[in-house]
């Protein structure tokens, strides 16, 4: 049985307090709200703090404020669960509701948080394993060594962003509010990220995500497609986020970006400018695909054939946008 190390368990008062606690201990501090990422990787000891700077307690973060109209505010530590079925939520931006209510299984849907899906770490078949299996193998770039495992050629690593919610939350152009040791600041959900395995979040380490603004509905069509081997519990090996406004079967917008196929949440603007003044035709759909697959760029380091996931970006993104037209 793996088991979690020893760690000392800080409660601040509120986020900044967190913050402040994260910033003074420095990479001896890691921040945690729901842990459903944070405790494995703590068991197979690929991250090795020995504070952890609890959340969980902080309720102002467990609310859902707004509506259609004036747009949400999503605390960061609403649970998956309650973001999937609050019922204003889902019925303004169904594809956010969608893509939360499709990140892993119920049981760990009622203790992750949103907040935590939007930070969720990379992943890779060379760095989520054991501590004993990673040593056999001479270790990877992310934990303990020198080469991506996945890419050795490569100077920089190529573990995989798996967060359902963030492509949603980008297409939506939605923002994220963070607490400083000195104050806040809002961020653009798309500006949350880094093209890189390792150093994935461009936020500082002890900076804390206390809320997702959602804009106002105003016409705006979402929805979420997930490719994974099985029906729950599996992270995405493709996923598409969709926000698409139209007139009749005219796009006037469009928002696409994909999960599960880079480093990061992978916008597709050549997809997005393609669709623009085009009747949503089978054609058009289908072409709209093959443009948001090209940036896509699986490597052989999560489930599944390399080659075939990438031939099923085209898929997900004509189904996400035949979902988000029909609604």
Known sequence: MLRLPRLRYVRPADPRGAAAAAAELGPRAMLVAGGTDLFPKLKRRQMEPDTLVGLAHLRELREVRGDAAGGFEVGALVTLSEAAAHPALAAALPGYAEAAGLVSS??????????GNLCVDTRCNYYDMTYEWRRSVGFCMKKDG???L???????????SSSDTAPVAIALEATVVLAGPDGARELPVSALY???GIEYLAKQPHEVVTALLLPPADGVRTAYVKLRRRGSIDFPIA????ALRLEGRTVRTARIVLSGVGSHPVSAPA???????RELTPEVVAEAAEL????????DNADLAHFWRKRMVRVVVEQALEKAAGR
Request: net charge positive; with cysteine; charged share 20%.
């Open 106 to 115: 119920p049981p760990l849907r009622n203790v992750g948080t949103i907040g």
């Open 146 to 148: 020198d080469i991506c």
């Open 150 to 160: 996945v890419a050795p050629g490569s100077p920089r690593c190529w573990a995989v």
């Open 194 to 196: 880094r093209d890189d």
């Open 239 to 242: 996923g598409a986020g969709v």
């Open 271 to 277: 997809a997005d400018a393609f669709l623009a003044g």
């Open 292 to 299: 948001a697959a090209k940036p896509a760029k699986p490597l």
